[in-house]
């Protein structure tokens, strides 16, 4: 009879821990029934045993999403990244898109964050610049399709970004230097509440809790900076006349007024999907063509240009009024 097993958690090599919570169904017969059955690795929700055996399982069952080429890439960076990193790693984890399980290999990229013990020396950030570069070359259908931050453990604790400078990199652009986004309340949210561990413990015990109207204070920020664009900067119109920029536009205005609406983040399309019902068919039209254009690409028509800019006041008009009244979000 075939049984089920998940697997919780191992320690590897310098990072810490791996966590997967993955169910496996174990086929009858084989070597893991047989470790289950002889006690060597544990049912359900118990921890697997410390021990090379339990390690080596481990290592060979490492899936942390459905897309095995995604799975080999990430692995592909743990494996450097600690090479890399040593004694200096503290964590790596998977957030974005995959962590939201509403991933979609056409338009979706891989987001990581990795948490070190400490700022990192110019050494260290010229390898991990060289270790990127090689794999945007690489080939892989995944080459220039990842965004990374590395960030120290201290930094990440509390949500509020500051002006210090971390490594990052937003494809389809180099690893840099440069301060958090202003949006990276949000980013610690998602990691905190979804993020999925490729090395280090969970990430709660990194990130202290965030208060749902912290969240929405933050809503404010990039809508109200796009408007000020609109109206004032001919170029940001420019981008905003292609395809797949527009989309994101409209799909990012969709999560922040859910996040406005629940104080909780949520992934593009969910978000998309919440707004089409919540806001009603004189924005429906413009999300529908908004998700199909993130494939899609192209130029954006004129009308849905001056519908998003009209949807980007509409979600700065939201947000000013729950400034005034921050006791009640549903606020139209």
């Not at 929700?45 to 390690?55: F, G, L």
């Not at 629940?262 to 908004?290: C, D, H």
Request: one cysteine or more; charged letters at 20%; a negative charge.
């Amino acid at each position: 009879m075939a049984v089920e097993v998940k697997l919780v958690a191992h320690p590897v090599g310098r990072a810490g821990m791996i966590l997967l919570g993955l169910t496996r169904r174990i086929i009858p017969g084989s070597f893991l029934q047989e470790m289950v059955e002889t006690g060597t690795m544990e049912s359900r929700n118990r921890a697997i045993p410390d021990d090379s055996t339990a390690r080596y399982i481990m290592h060979e069952l490492l899936h942390p999403t459905p897309y095995a080429d995604v799975n080999a890439v990430l692995h592909d960076f743990l494996r450097s990244i600690q090479a890399i990193l040593g004694k200096h790693l503290r964590g790596m984890y998977l957030s974005g898109s995959l962590a939201l399980g509403d991933f979609d290999p056409r338009s979706s990229d891989l987001d990581l964050v990795v948490v070190t013990d400490d700022a990192l020396s110019h050494d260290l950030f010229v390898a991990l610049q060289e270790m990127h570069a090689r794999f945007d070359t690489s080939g892989s259908p995944w080459a220039a399709k990842v965004d990374a931050v590395y960030i120290p453990q201290d930094a990440l604790r509390h949500s509020a970004p500051t002006l210090e400078h971390y490594p990052q990199i937003e494809w389809p652009g180099a690893l840099f230097l440069g301060p958090l986004e202003s949006g990276w309340i949000f980013q610690c949210s998602l990691l905190r509440e979804h993020g999925i561990v490729l090395a280090g413990p969970d990430p709660r015990a990194l990130i202290d809790p965030i208060d749902a109207d912290e969240m929405r204070r933050a809503v404010g920020t990039i809508p109200l900076m796009w408007l000020e664009q609109a109206h004032h900067d001919p170029s940001w119109l420019v981008w905003l006349r292609q395809r797949r920029e527009q989309a994101f536009v409209v799909l990012t205005l969709c999560r922040l007024l859910y996040t406005l609406d629940s104080g909780a983040v949520t992934s593009k399309p969910a978000a998309a999907r919440w707004a089409e019902k919540v806001l009603g068919p004189r924005w429906s039209g413009l999300i529908e063509r908004s998700r199909a254009g993130q494939v899609e690409g192209g130029e954006t028509p004129e009308g849905d240009v001056n519908d998003t800019v009209a949807l980007l006041q509409q979600t700065v008009d939201r947000f000013r009024q729950w400034s005034t009244s921050p006791a009640d979000p549903h606020q139209s």
